[in-house]
């Protein structure tokens, strides 16, 4: 192979010039194994692929910017988050998911490159594993006590789980999401659930879905609504959920483990509770003829009203105003949609706020679809399945254990006598 074919090879003064160390902590990076040096053809020092050098470089300068506003900053090219919008990889993430099925949106969050038609397909083993787990539940267990379960027996039939390359990740991803679903009890079922040797359905994601959260037959807006919910929640920047599974992926956890964390994050009733809240209080709006009532309870007690308000937009919530925009088509939704509005201009009063967030138009649509209260955690989870696949991915590209904070010691100081 002649030089203009090899890669491009720099020397140790050169790659410590890059990453603005000595050349000794250049030497201390290839021992933990963050850079590789290869002998020069005369033996008399070690040279470094370029590329590699200002990979880490890029890495490094990225890990030592300052925290913003006093808060730690990670790093990503995922999402962008503005006062009124928010994109994924630099497109408009409403106008993506209007246009693009919730797969071919996952493909782009993860790869940059939008696959037509993409299709997600259980893996016999895997889905048999799932389902038998989720039947083996109390009746009374709920969509994420039954997804964290479907996680980890999907988890030990794929051998490839540790391989933490970004081919191997990606297809567990393309498993797990569809294993996820079709392990899900159908909505028309005995609680039991599908029996676990039936073969993996086919089809958009968003069609198999709508057969576990309502009995009712599906329609075209209705599915078109359900789709363009998955596409729109598939990730949020660095929500608490998100957080945790990239501090699992930086101990190297696999992918099934990465998203086991977030959904043990999003269990909590501060995250993933949210939508099932939204989805009652709508309920108890329609039932009383109006939202005064509802809302003069709620700030009575001292609580916010549920799905209204979101810290990170000025205005309405952008996923609520692209899915509520899409339920206008939604056969049975007008009631629905109604009294959303009417919740939200009761809070606001003249007051210029709170706007309408994504689980009040969550709300809308189960409610309107004949779906649960709790269908919003599982529609919630499924979609941002992909975001965290997409975070780990950015994750294993880092320096490992990087998110390992010092504790701030405020106990007795030592040394105590024994108790």
Not at 144 to 157: E, I, N, S
Not at 180 to 192: G, R, S, W
Request: charged share 25%; glycine share 8%.
């Amino acid at each position: 192979m002649n030089e203009a074919q090899d890669e491009r090879r720099i020397s140790t003064r050169e790659a410590a010039r890059l990453l603005g160390v000595k050349p000794a902590t250049v030497y201390a990076y290839v021992s933990r194994g963050q850079l590789t040096s290869r002998r020069d053809a005369v033996g008399r020092g070690s040279t470094f692929d370029a590329a590699e050098v200002e990979a880490l470089a890029r890495r490094t300068r990225r890990e030592a910017a300052p925290p913003v506003g006093g808060e730690p900053v990670v790093r990503t090219s995922l999402t962008l988050i503005e006062p009124d919008r928010y994109w994924f990889r630099g497109v408009d993430a409403c106008e993506l998911a209007a246009r693009h099925s919730y797969e071919e949106v996952a493909e782009w969050l993860w790869t940059g490159a939008l696959r037509r038609n993409a299709r997600f397909t259980a893996p016999p083993d895997a889905l048999c594993a799932a389902r038998r787990a989720v039947a083996a539940l109390p009746e009374h267990s709920g969509p994420l006590d039954r997804l964290r379960v479907a996680t980890a027996a999907a988890a030990v039939t794929d051998p490839l789980r540790f391989d933490l390359s970004e081919e191997a990740v990606l297809g567990s991803a393309r498993h797990l999401i569809p294993t996820l679903v079709d392990a899900l009890p159908p909505a028309a079922a005995e609680p039991t659930g599908p029996a676990a040797e039936e073969p993996a359905p086919e089809g958009p994601l968003a069609a198999r879905l709508w057969t576990r959260l309502t009995a009712r037959e599906p329609d075209p807006a209705g599915l078109a609504a359900l789709d363009l919910a998955l596409a729109l929640l598939i990730d949020h920047d660095l929500a608490a959920s998100t957080l945790a599974v990239r501090v699992a992926a930086s101990a190297r956890a696999h992918p099934y483990a990465a998203v086991s964390a977030g959904l043990g994050v999003l269990e909590g009733p501060l995250h993933g509770a949210a939508g099932r809240l939204a989805h009652r209080t709508l309920a108890e709006v329609l039932e009383r003829g109006g939202a005064a009532p509802v809302v003069a309870e709620h700030l009575r007690a001292g609580r916010p009203v549920p799905g209204l308000g979101h810290r990170l937009y000025a205005a309405e919530d952008p996923r609520a105003t692209a899915l509520l925009a899409r339920l206008e088509d939604v056969p049975g939704a007008a009631l629905a949609l109604a009294a959303a509005r009417e919740l939200a201009a009761t809070t606001a009063a003249g007051r210029g706020g709170p706007h309408a967030n994504v689980d009040l138009a969550l709300a809308v649509l189960t409610l309107s679809t004949g779906m649960p209260a709790e269908a919003g955690e599982t529609v919630f989870a499924v979609a941002r399945t992909a975001g965290w696949i997409a975070h780990a991915l950015e994750e294993y590209q880092e320096r490992p254990l990087r998110m390992r904070p010092t504790g701030h010691y405020e106990g007795p100081r030592p040394p105590r006598p024994l108790p």
